[in-house]
């Protein structure tokens, strides 16, 4: 029997999810070896069961396998879930970029076909290409909406014209981009775009790839395999610069008696009723204690508290080395 957690709207669109959702990438690359393949399944499967409707992938993660392993886990339960995944990367020439119109056709017919599927419920456009009018993009997207063949546009990473440009073409349902109590630039431009506009927001890395959990320090070895290795953010002297945003979170997670994770995703659950993180995870255990922080109540006062403190502490270290830098939109 599967768990009802709170559900939230992304922006105008009608697209309704639970409240937190699944990122899935990290079963299958970026923090080190993959997930078994059985395990991952199950993995994803739980969430369904503890109330989880929010799925997302994409055909880069792996490449390929990601798409794979959501797809087999959630045939079962199609029909009750939300399924994202994007489209954008060059896969064989990564991490270049390619959003011609036909290859987003041919890169949603193949994802259909890796998530057993006949319809995708967001199809996000994984990095602005500069090389392609975003009105073509748009363009392209609104055609698969058309034919059935997806419900929802999203973007990732995009700027602020671009997001203006192309929700004029084809209304956009959310954005996804990195947001966290450690990376909080969407806060000055993106998010009264955002809400002006009517458009949810999706943050990925919610726990700011694992630091605000407070079980990083500056001693902490990541796998070879890690891509946090070469993020300048995650170097040793930055991890310790920044060790002052940890110390504030667990401080306040032994105040309403949660955990740092806990405390991180319900600050953002606490930004916008139209913000929906998903957090990525390969245990079990962690699972369960992200879903917590639904139920993590953080008054007026403790976010106030939070953004006392936070305008002492200065983060330490570019969010992405100079090669993933060049992809964000400006």
Known sequence: MTTTIQKRKLGN???EVSALGLGCMGLSSGYGPATNKQDAIALIRAAYEAGVTFFDTAEVYGPFVNEEVVGEALAPFRKEVVIATKFG???????????????????????????????????????????????????????????????????SE????????AHAVQPLAALQSEYSLFWREPEAEIIPVLEELGIGFVPFSPLGKGFLTGKIS???????????????????????ANQALVDLVVHLAAKKNAT??????GWLLAQKPW??????????ERLTENLGAIDVALTPADLAEI????????????????????LIDR
């Open 13 to 15: 669109s009608g697209l």
């Open 89 to 155: 990367f060059d896969v064989n020439a990564f991490p270049g970029l390619n959003s011609q119109p036909e290859h987003i056709r041919q890169v949603a017919e193949a994802s259909l076909k890796r998530l057993k599927t006949d319809v995708i419920d967001l199809f996000y456009q994984h990095r602005v290409d500069p090389k392609v009018p975003v009105e073509d993009v748009a363009g392209a997207v609104q055609d698969l909406i058309r034919e059935g063949k997806v419900r929802h546009f999203g973007m």
């Open 158 to 165: 995009a700027g602020v014209k671009n997001i203006r440009r």
């Open 218 to 240: 500056d001693s902490t070895t990541f796998d070879k395999s890690d891509f946090r290795n070469s993020v300048p953010r995650f170097s040793p002297e930055n991890r310790k």
């Open 260 to 265: 740092p994770a806990q405390v991180a995703l």
């Open 275 to 284: 913000i929906v993180p998903i957090p990525g995870t390969t245990k079990p």
């Open 307 to 326: 953004e006392a403190a936070c305008s002492n502490i200065k983060i330490s270290g570019e969010r992405y080395g100079e090669n993933s830098a060049r």
